[in-house]
């Protein structure tokens, strides 16, 4: 079976960083003092990484700038925005705030009967799991209901619904996933082949740690051709796929985004109902919530546990589930994605009195949003702030060409990473050998190739990887001068 950590990191946009991987480790000494901005400007002249470059090295105690190179470029900042997000999501909502997902009845339970229809309520739960709708069917049952006379109703508007993140990336991607109400295994579904006596044999289905139920809200065709590999239409609520024979092996699987989360929880809650003996009608979505009695309910991760699982594993229905949340609590109704992420955004601006972030989701997707490495800076030593985001944060490794970790006395790096394709970044907070604790954005975006092979058909286009990996370096050699500078 697929673990709950092993889905949580096929869900990752990005970890933005080859650190972290184990290797053998390195002792170095403190980098002798010298011009600061000489140093940083000569290792990023020395890296030449095409597109641009904005570098702020801050401290939090002092809100003192102590490096810096182009400051107040603006570029995108990419899964970095998740750090906005989580204190967003954090001091709007509290430690305590926890996602709900509910069965509810309309009508009287009367010997086990329920006279009237069955509801299952999303609360938006971003985290929500194919073995916590198992737990939820037996919640029901458990509660004496056996029967259900009227309809099976669905209500997924606790959150303004979105078929994608960002609608100019490919539908094929799994990171890029619908929002709702009502989600389920990060709105995805697991997609499975093996080959038998020449022939494939596919399955759809909804796995998590404890079951792998079948749905067919999604289904799939092999068809012979080479490119492209994937392709994706709607067929009424039915997500209808197809795959290239030729990029096939023998056997594998992969996650696929479901684009009706709400139908495809509703089928996978009426498979688990069934074997409770309770057998539900078609499931038919409401738009309002009718009075109703709570039968059971799944809460979901405490929001410490839920936050520092988006941190790590760069989860973007999370980040935009928090997102809207939060600003639904602040203005008392849902609101569309770009109002919510501009809510952030000023929220951000008087959190941070002057920085001028613009954001147009929460999870750092479209690339369409702006903060320059000062902005950043100045948000990381913000009152409260370090103590508050930096225990979220992933430790980075500080590594050297040969991917040898680097021992340094009390240095340590904790951030967060952020990658698209030619845009990298990461921010945090780096503990220099001396034992301070500075705040620091490392942004770069080649923008213009960017624009240039975004129609291109393949997830990762020619290139990408090669620049990401040149900027991984740069950033490494960046951390390296800081953490191991006196200072």
Do not use: C
């Not at 002249?45 to 182009?70: H, I, K, N």
């Not at 109400?181 to 080959?195: A, C, D, K, P, S």
């Not at 601006?349 to 613009?358: K, L, S």
Request: proline share 6%; charged share 20%.
């Amino acid at each position: 079976m697929l673990s709950r950590r092993h889905m949580l990191a096929g869900a990752i946009a990005s970890l933005g960083t080859s650190a972290l991987a184990e290797a053998p480790m390195r002792s170095y000494r403190p980098i002798p003092r010298v011009n600061p901005r000489d140093a940083l400007a000569g290792i990023i002249a020395r890296a030449g990484l095409p597109g641009q470059v904005g570098v702020v090295l801050g401290d939090p105690a002092t809100g003192q700038v102590l490096e810096s190179y182009a400051p107040a470029i603006s570029m995108p900042p990419a899964s970095v925005t998740k750090a906005v997000t989580a204190l967003y999501a954090l001091e709007t909502l509290g430690t305590a705030h926890r996602f709900t997902t509910r069965v509810l009845a309309q009508g009287d339970v009367k010997d086990g009967i329920l006279n009237g229809n069955l509801i299952l309520a999303g609360g938006g739960d971003p985290d929500l799991t194919t073995d916590q709708l198992a737990q939820l069917a037996q919640a029901m049952q458990a509660a004496g209901l056996r029967e259900v006379t009227g309809d099976f109703l669905i209500w997924d508007a606790a959150l303004t619904r979105l078929d994608q993140i960002d609608p100019t990336q490919l539908p094929t991607a799994g990171y890029n996933p619908t929002i709702s109400g009502l989600n389920l295994n990060y709105n995805r579904v697991h997609f499975e082949w093996r080959r038998e006596a020449g022939n494939y044999i596919t399955a759809l289905d909804a796995r998590s740690d404890n079951h792998r139920p079948p749905v067919t809200v999604a289904r799939m065709q092999i068809v012979d051709r080479n490119v492209p590999v994937f392709t994706y239409t709607r067929d009424g609520d039915v997500d209808t796929w197809t795959v290239a024979r030729s990029a096939l092996n023998e056997a594998g699987s992969r996650w696929l985004p479901v684009r009706s989360p709400s139908l495809y929880a509703a089928e996978v809650f009426a498979t688990f109902a069934r074997s409770q003996g309770i057998v539900l009608g078609t499931p038919r979505i409401i738009a309002s919530m009718p009075p109703a009695t709570e039968l059971a309910r799944v809460d979901g991760k405490p929001m410490p546990g839920l936050l520092t699982d988006m941190m790590r594993y760069s989860t973007n229905i999370t980040a935009e589930a928090l997102g809207l949340t939060a600003t639904s609590r602040i203005s008392s109704q849902p609101r569309d994605l770009a109002t919510s992420a501009a809510g952030m955004a000023r929220w951000a601006a008087e959190r941070a009195p002057g920085t001028a972030p613009n954001f147009v989701d929460h999870s750092g997707l479209g690339d369409a949003s702006r903060i320059s490495a000062a902005d950043m800076v100045r948000f990381l030593q913000a009152p409260d702030v370090m103590q508050r985001l930096r225990p979220l944060m992933r430790s980075i490794n500080l590594v050297d060409g040969n991917q040898n970790t680097i021992r340094a006395g009390q240095a340590a790096v904790q951030a967060k990473t952020g990658t698209l394709n030619f845009v990298s970044a990461l921010a945090g907070y780096v503990r220099s050998t001396g034992g301070r604790d500075l705040s620091f954005a490392i942004f770069t975006a080649d923008l213009e190739t960017r624009a240039r092979t975004r129609d291109q058909s393949d997830e990762i286009p020619e290139g990408a990887r090669a620049w990401s990996a040149r900027a991984r370096r740069l950033q490494q050699d960046i951390l390296q001068q800081w953490a191991l500078r006196a200072y």
